[in-house]
C-alpha cells in the first residue's frame, strides 16, 4: 500500500526507481527484491515495510505506470473535439508515451506477459478501469453521435491500439521497426479500421435509385 507521510511516498518512489532500473538491467526473471534492496542501499525493514514481496513491488510499479501513461492519454485525448483526432492522439500518443519511456514499456509489456496473482491482477485491472474512465466517456459522446462503432470500451481498445501494442512489444524486444513509421502510419490506420463510411451526396443517391429501378 503507497504510504501518506510524504517521507514515505518518496522512499516508496526511490525503491520503484530502483526497481525499474534493476528490471531493465538484469531482466524480470533474474531479479529478485533481495537485489532490488541491495541497490537501492535500504534496509530488510524499510523494503518489507513497503511491500511484501516482488510481487507487490512489481503490481506497484506496472499501477505507477499505468497511472502516468493515462495521465498523458487523457490529457491528449480529451482536448479532441471530433472521433478523428481523438483516435489518433490516443494512437499518436500511446506511442509517444512508451517511446520516451522504454525501459517503463518495456516492463509493463513484460509484467503482463507474465501474469500477477488473481487478487493482485483484478486489483490492477480495477485501478485500470477507474484510470480510463474520462477516455472511456470522452469515446462514449462519438459512439453515441454516430463516429465510432457501437462496440464495447474493450473492443474498441483492442481495434485502435492492438497494432501499436504489438509494434512497441517487438521494437523493444529489438526488432527492426522505425519509431518515424510507427507514429506516421499507425495512428492513421487505426482511424481507417473505424471511421464511418463517407455519406453520398443526396443527388448521387437518388442518381444510384434511379439506375437501380431502370435495370429492373
Known amino acids: 500500500m503507497r ?51 516482488l510481487p507487490d513491488l512489481m503490481g506497484a510499479l506496472l499501477e505507477r505506470i499505468f497511472e502516468r501513461l493515462f495521465a498523458h492519454l487523457v490529457a491528449r485525448v480529451t482536448r ?26 518495456r516492463f509493463m509489456y513484460q509484467a503482463m506477459s507474465l501474469g500477477l496473482e488473481a487478487a493482485a491482477m483484478e486489483a490492477l485491472q480495477a485501478r485500470k478501469a477507474e484510470l480510463l474512465t474520462p477516455l472511456v466517456a470522452h469515446f462514449a459522446r462519438f459512439v453515441e453521435r454516430g463516429e465510432l462503432p457501437r462496440w464495447p470500451a474493450l473492443a474498441l481498445d483492442v481495434v485502435l491500439l492492438g497494432p501499436s501494442h504489438e509494434a512497441l512489444r517487438r521494437f523493444l524486444g529489438g526488432a527492426a521497426l522505425d519509431p518515424r513509421w510507427m507514429r506516421a502510419q499507425l495512428p492513421r490506420l487505426a482511424w481507417q479500421t473505424v471511421a464511418p463510411p463517407p455519406r453520398l451526396p443526396a443527388r448521387a443517391t437518388r442518381g444510384r435509385a434511379s439506375r437501380g429501378r431502370a435495370s429492373r
Not at 80 to 105: F, M
Open 3 to 53: 504510504p501518506a507521510r510524504r517521507d514515505g511516498i518518496q522512499r516508496y518512489d526511490a525503491l520503484l526507481d530502483t526497481a525499474l532500473a534493476c528490471f531493465s538491467a538484469r531482466g524480470l526473471l533474474h531479479t529478485g527484491i533481495e537485489d532490488v534492496r541491495r541497490a537501492a542501499g535500504a534496509s530488510p525493514s524499510s523494503v518489507y515495510n513497503l511491500f511484501d514481496g
Open 80 to 105: 479532441a473535439r471530433s472521433a478523428r483526432l481523438a483516435v489518433l492522439a490516443l494512437v499518436d500518443g500511446h506511442l509517444s508515451w512508451i517511446l520516451r519511456h522504454r525501459d517503463e514499456g
